[in-house]
């Protein structure tokens, strides 16, 4: 009789053990799947408010802004944000840079825009400067006649640095 008792806890304990073990696995199996499943769906359900609020850029892309990283006699290589990389990053990362040259040819305006001092009708005060007035590590602006969306190296129509 005592034998068949403790076989009796014996079974139920066990009994237990599968049902908690089972329990835990099939929780995480769960909770794995429909992550998935919910990803999956969210990216596809959401991908139209997405696009509305964080539009991709043109594909034609004219002008862009960076910091002058170097320059010789007749370009200025400078670190822009990469315009394939639009999107918030929700993990706190940076995003991309990518690495631009702007070749200056005969007809290319280099100029300096000084918004803390403004002409008569409130326009910022414009000079003409030559490459050599830039400097490492100047916020520029540069525009271009040809697509430099996916382009490393271009020519310059023009490069305006910003002053406040």
Do not use: C, W
Request: glycine content about 6%.
């Amino acid at each position: 009789m005592q034998q068949n008792k403790f076989k009796v806890i014996i079974y139920v304990l066990a009994g237990i053990l599968i049902l908690v073990i089972g329990f835990i696995v099939g929780f995480y199996a769960g909770r794995q799947n429909g992550q998935a499943i919910g990803e999956a769906a969210g990216q596809s359900q959401y991908k139209a408010l997405v696009d509305l609020a964080y539009p991709a850029p043109a594909q034609e892309i004219h002008e862009i802004s960076g910091a002058v990283k170097s320059i010789t006699a007749n370009s200025v290589t400078f670190v822009a944000r990469d315009p394939n990389d639009y999107l918030p990053h929700t993990d706190g990362s940076p995003f991309r840079q990518i690495t631009l040259t702007a070749n200056t040819t005969a007809s290319t305006t280099i100029m300096s825009v000084d918004y803390s001092t403004l002409d008569k009708n409130g326009n910022p005060k414009t000079a003409t400067i030559s490459l050599n007035d830039l400097k490492i590590g100047q916020i520029i602006t540069v525009d271009s006649n040809a697509n430099i969306r996916d382009v490393s190296s271009f020519d310059a129509t023009v490069i305006r640095v910003v002053n406040h």
